[in-house]
């Protein structure tokens, strides 16, 4: 049974009565008109249509995905001041998609090497993306990586790396419940509940503060059962934009470590959130120093502009190098009935540039400057704001990290923006400071004000 | 390491819980490895994990992948004369991969347009999806004409089976699906991983090295109304043997009778016989017919994209608002596997497969090779024949068509192929024609006498 209601045991009896009245008379059944779905249907192809009533007559629509649904809106909208604040892909200060010129560089590197050839990946994926995928977010030094004790397989990008990870730990851990914080990226749920997890919520954001309710945090972990998992976002939390400090992250630690729960980190924003990369891997590695167990899911979507290359890699770090190559061979076991092997193009374009020296230097620079686009965006909104004596303390759109910010700003204050002023954002009050220019800037803030100062 | 040290304080050593888990079970030891976390000694425990045991420890190593195994092992033999017939994939004369001229003429053309890598929507690239369902369907199909299609972009063959049985797991939660024995060994972990039953209808008879029709009509008939249908669309894997028309048609007639709903695996479009309309006989006749039905389909051999994993799952509805509706469901399963497509794979396809000049070289270069599978078919009947002194008709290696023959050799012949011949190929007596050349033909037919009588 599905959460829409839907449960589609369809009518047999009504498709049997259906062809033995089409067997018999070679017209449409009376039994047929009773179905809602019912409508005269000329076919073409064949005197008699196969069967009045489809299989598919109790399917429901599904609702358009929240976060990608916002786009789908944007593009329908003719407005010239249209602004699209919903999805979390970079634009440029002219609002334009951006491939880096490293990632070019790679491709033409790539497609015009005669010896490439395009065949299956192994199911785990290209070996020296593998390798270095681990170094980039574990750091070349890690102990876990030179004690052979890290298993990395590549995968779909973020969603495929924490999929293939709640599969595995649904089949192989003893302890089926993953806490995710509450408020978390919409599609976190729904990839742990189809792994077979269940799923449960630990307190993350003050709507008061507009930041980190460590407190409630730390009250849920300690509460929740020994050797739970726990889903930690690496930097630049989605939707809220709200990191622990370093000291916050150690308090988490601990009591991670000491309740025996199992750390899954989603790390969607490396280098992107600070504009360094080791900077952004710090709550990573501090769980790995301390010879712990954990999962990483890796995404090379935003801080390599690789989005639709779909590339990721997900690594679980173990105790030993033993307990890393069986839980290599179990992984596979999950990928092979998925997909069977990974998509080559995007792993072999990250691998180009992590090998060489030169290329990854560019890598970084084009990167800082990525982020380096936003933070400015931030403050550019932030002064707007305060220019125009919009009411309130607009200061964690200063003080948040990452592409988003969480507003604060209401359901119906956001469909009064979309309406009135056409910027498209999720109803949760995100926006993807990506998304934003200093042109667009001033109509954002127009919104905000008017969406914060119109009477009810 | 410190925990080390805190273990020999009075915890438990691994050593000992390790003897508990072996001793109690699995489950009971890891009860009572919880119990020294949750006893006095996680109270000890601040700085660093409780106990120096793995919480994956038992799990166990899963067995190499019975067709990607293969080439594993192939690699790793050190032999002159070894011979890879194991996964389908085509190798030229020389046994060297193929990319097909089209496609790197694709791809230099996207390279010059510099297109960007923007997220594609969760269904895949629209002008992927159009051709996809044309070259399937025929451009002027009347189901295509009427958007009764629903069309979904997956990774190639395996996610599309995967995405069509997580479909069928939610919206037809009673159906059973129905697979011929044998059928492609990856087919059963798909369903068994998304949670679908099966059963197996009887399809080859090792008699005559052929299909067993009325087995596999009685069959079809016995399972109760409304089950899935697994069918090859063309070049059955692994045996080779394909339906004629006829028999098709009567197939259709039983699936009709008893409401069933065909779902076509077609991963050899073009491949089988070398002519694309050809080979979608099979799915055309069964639409004609006004059957909803399934089909899944992959570029990887056709096309020559096996790393890119490009493929399509197709349902066609009797309305087209049920096509709507089905698309909306396939998405919402779909975003939380993977998000959204590979977009490289899907790119090329719409290049070459649009592009009437690139769509006519395809054909060509499709035609060399089917025509090269068909040259050593014929040179590999015609050695076996010359040698094989007892008169056995080998002919079946002619009826069967695509990339694989199924010999006839039994699991022990067939280890004996690759132990002492060093011809690689899966443990059913599979061979893949598409890696053998006409200089090896020869040797094979040696090595496949020897193993087919000598061997027990």
């Keep these: ?456 | 390491m410190a925990s080390s040290t805190m273990l020999s304080a009075g915890l438990a050593s691994p050593a000992a819980l390790r003897e508990n888990t072996k001793k109690l079970g699995a489950a009971a030891g890891r009860r009572v490895g919880e119990f020294f976390l949750n006893g006095k000694c996680s109270g000890r425990v601040k700085m660093a994990v409780a106990v120096n045991v793995s919480r994956f420890e038992d799990v166990t190593l899963a067995p190499p992948d019975p067709i990607l195994g293969v080439s594993e092992a192939f690699k790793a033999d050190t032999s002159d004369v070894k011979l890879n017939l194991g996964v389908g994939a085509y190798r030229t004369e020389e046994l060297q991969p193929y990319v097909l001229n089209v496609v790197k003429k694709a791809e230099k053309l996207m390279l010059e347009r510099g297109e960007n890598k923007e997220y594609l929507p969760i269904e895949g690239l629209a002008a992927f999806n159009k051709v996809t369902a044309e070259l399937l369907f025929g451009a002027d199909n009347p189901v295509i004409q009427l958007g009764r299609v629903a069309t979904v972009q997956s990774l190639s063959g395996t996610g599309s089976l995967r995405l069509a049985a997580a479909f069928i797991q939610r919206y037809f939660p009673e159906a059973k699906v129905l697979l011929s024995s044998p059928t492609w060994g990856n087919h059963k972990n798909i369903f068994n991983d998304a949670r679908v039953p099966w059963s197996e209808y009887r399809y080859y008879d090792p008699r005559t090295v052929g299909l067993d029709f009325e087995g596999m009509l009685e069959d079809i008939k016995a399972a109760q109304d409304g089950s899935f249908v697994l069918l090859h669309g063309c070049a059955h894997n692994p045996t080779g043997i394909d339906p004629t028309p006829e028999q098709w048609e009567k197939i259709a007639d039983v699936i009709e009778e008893k409401n069933h709903i065909p779902f076509f695996d077609v991963a050899y479009q073009g491949f089988a016989s070398g002519s694309l309309d050809v080979d979608a006989s099979s799915v055309r006749t069964f639409v004609a017919r006004g059957l909803e039905l399934f089909v899944a389909q992959s570029y990887s051999k056709n096309l020559g994209l096996y790393a890119e994993r490009i493929g399509a799952i197709n349902v066609v509805c009797s309305f087209p608002d049920d096509a709507t509706r089905v698309k909306s469901q396939l998405k919402r399963l779909a975003r939380p596997m993977y998000s959204n497509p590979p977009v490289h794979g899907a790119r090329i396809v719409a290049n070459v497969v649009g592009d009437p000049t690139l769509f006519g070289e395809w054909k060509q270069e499709m035609e060399l090779m089917a025509g090269r599978t068909k040259n050593v078919r014929q040179r590999l009947f015609e050695n076996l024949s010359e040698k094989d002194e007892s008169g056995k008709d080998w002919s079946f290696i002619l009826k069967q068509i695509g990339m694989f023959s199924y010999t006839g050799l039994n699991k022990a012949q067939s280890e004996n192929m690759t132990n002492k011949w060093h011809v690689y190929m899966t443990k059913d007596g599979r061979i893949s024609l598409a890696g053998l050349s006409l200089s090896k033909c020869e040797y094979l037919a040696d090595a496949i006498i020897d193993s087919f009588y000598n061997v027990s």
């Design chain 1, 1 to 456: 049974m599905d959460e829409m209601g839907v449960r589609c045991s369809f009518p047999v009896a009504v498709r049997r009565l259906s062809t033995l009245g089409r067997h018999l008379s070679g017209h449409f059944p009376a039994m047929a008109s009773e179905n809602p779905n019912f409508t005269i249907s000329p076919s073409p192809t064949a005197g008699t249509y196969g069967s009045a009533a489809s299989v598919f007559a109790c399917i429901a629509q599904a609702p358009e995905d929240p976060i990608l649904g916002v786009t789908v809106a944007y593009n329908k909208d003719q407005s010239p001041v249209k602004v699209n604040l919903g999805v979390g892909a970079y634009r440029t200060e002219e609002g334009k998609p951006l491939v880096l010129n490293v990632v070019r560089k790679a491709e033409q590197l790539l497609v015009n090497d005669p010896s490439r050839v395009k065949e299956y990946l192994p199911i785990t994926g290209l070996a020296d993306f593998n390798k270095l995928s681990a170094k980039l977010i574990f750091g070349a030094d890690s102990p876990a990586i030179q004690e052979n004790r890290v298993a990395t397989v590549q995968c779909l990008s973020g969603t495929g790396s924490l999929r293939v990870g709640g599969e595995f730990l649904a089949r192989h851990y003893h302890e089926r419940t993953i806490y995710i914080p509450q408020p978390t990226w919409g599609n976190h749920p729904k990839i742990f509940t189809l792994s077979g997890l269940s799923v449960k919520y630990y307190r993350y954001y003050d709507s008061e503060t507009r930041g980190l309710n460590l407190q409630g945090l730390l009250e849920d972990l300690s509460s929740a059962s020994p050797g739970a998992i726990v889903l930690l976002h690496a930097c630049a939390h989605n939707p809220t934009g709200v990191d622990p400090t370093l000291e916050q992250w150690e308090h988490i630690r601990q009591l991670i470590r000491s309740k025996s729960l199992l750390p899954f980190f989603d790390s969607a924003y490396q280098g992107f959130a600070s504009g360094s990369l080791d900077a952004d891997a710090r709550s990573v590695r501090m769980f790995v120093a301390d010879g712990g167990e954990c999962l990483t899911a890796q995404s090379y979507a935003k801080n390599m502009g690789l989005y639709g290359e779909r590339v990721g890699a997900l690594s679980i770090v173990c105790r030993s190098s033993d307990v890393a190559v069986r839980v290599e061979s179990q992984l596979k076991l999950v990928i092979r009935p998925m997909y069977s092997n990974p998509p080559i193009h995007g792993a072999s374009i990250v691998a180009t540039i992590l090998k060489d020296s030169e290329k990854f230097k560019e890598w970084t620079i084009e990167l800082k400057s990525m982020a380096d686009r936003i933070i400015s965006m931030r403050k550019q909104l932030f002064d707007a704001l305060r220019e125009r004596g919009t009411p309130g303390d607009w200061s964690h759109i200063i003080k948040q990290i990452g592409m988003f910010t969480f507003t604060g700003l209401n359901s119906e204050q956001v469909a009064f923006m979309t309406k009135e002023y056409h910027i498209y954002m999720t109803s949760d009050g995100r926006i993807s400071m990506a998304g934003l220019s200093s042109r667009t800037v001033p109509h954002l803030a127009d919104a905000i004000h008017a969406a914060v100062t119109r009477s009810n």
